[in-house]
């Protein structure tokens, strides 16, 4: 199966590749497209017809790329979520710390 190809504003050199069941939600509110991944990753997209372009994202045999200047795209933006790769561990000895600096105080 072929995924959609999208390609933000922002980096018109990468093309990121999303398989239509990793939406999460989407909304339509005027012009723009918002679609949360299950990452927690976000779409952005500003289209003459963002119905048109919900369409393609939530299709399973995607035609077109989505990216500014095709099928009416003015805009793509994408955020990607970034985990917080703080260890708990060292989270809890840090607030220990500073529990302990406060208790001598």
């Not at 190809?5 to 398989?19: C, Q």
């Not at 723009?32 to 919900?54: F, G, H």
């Not at 990607?80 to 001598?104: C, Y």
């Amino acid at each position: 199966m072929r995924r959609l190809v999208i390609i933000t504003d922002e980096e018109p050199e990468v093309k990121h590749l999303w398989n239509s069941w990793e939406v999460a939600s989407g909304r339509i509110e005027g012009d723009v497209l918002t679609v949360k991944m299950r990452n927690k990753s976000t779409l952005v997209v500003e289209a003459i017809d963002p119905q048109l372009v919900a369409d393609i994202v939530l299709s399973h045999d995607p035609t077109s790329e989505i990216v500014k200047g095709k099928l009416g795209i003015k805009r793509v933006a994408f955020t990607e979520h970034v985990e917080d790769k703080t260890d708990a561990k060292e989270q809890l000895v840090k607030a220990l710390k500073a529990l302990l600096d406060e208790i001598e105080e």
